[in-house]
Nanobody, 123 residues
């Protein structure tokens, strides 16, 4: 599977933004999906993950309560709905996939990555 992230942009603090990650191939539902982000000068960090069927989600502490990950297996797409955006959410956001049963926050567990989409939140 190949991943293509989109939906980033320059927004003001407090607004919402939805990222999308479209996957090619016919086996999307076999993959656990996740979003990571990388701010300038920082390590790439986990944001959210979702199980193959979409019934199990996990969030970082910074994302919990503000971000929602979801997926549409019929459309081969995973989403990240971000609300109440803050300047510290500024980063390149990457979608990632792993062909496995369990979700995980571990970056090294994901072996397929999209190209990233820039999110910039101004104060």
């Amino acid at each position: 599977v190949q991943l293509q992230a989109s939906g980033g942009g320059l927004v003001q603090a407090g607004v919402s933004l939805r990222l999308s990650c479209a996957a090619s191939g016919r086996t999307f539902s076999s993959y656990v999906m996740a979003w990571f982000r990388q701010a300038p000068g920082a390590e790439r960090e986990f944001v959210a993950s979702i199980s193959r069927s979409g019934d199990i989600t996990r969030y970082s502490d910074s994302a919990k309560g503000r971000f929602t990950i979801s997926r549409d297996n019929a459309k081969n797409t995973v989403y990240l709905q971000m609300t109440s955006l803050r300047p510290e959410d500024t980063a390149v956001y990457y979608c990632a996939a792993r062909r496995a049963l369990a979700t995980t926050t571990m970056i090294d567990a994901y072996d397929i990555w999209g190209q990233g989409t820039q999110v910039t939140v101004s104060s």
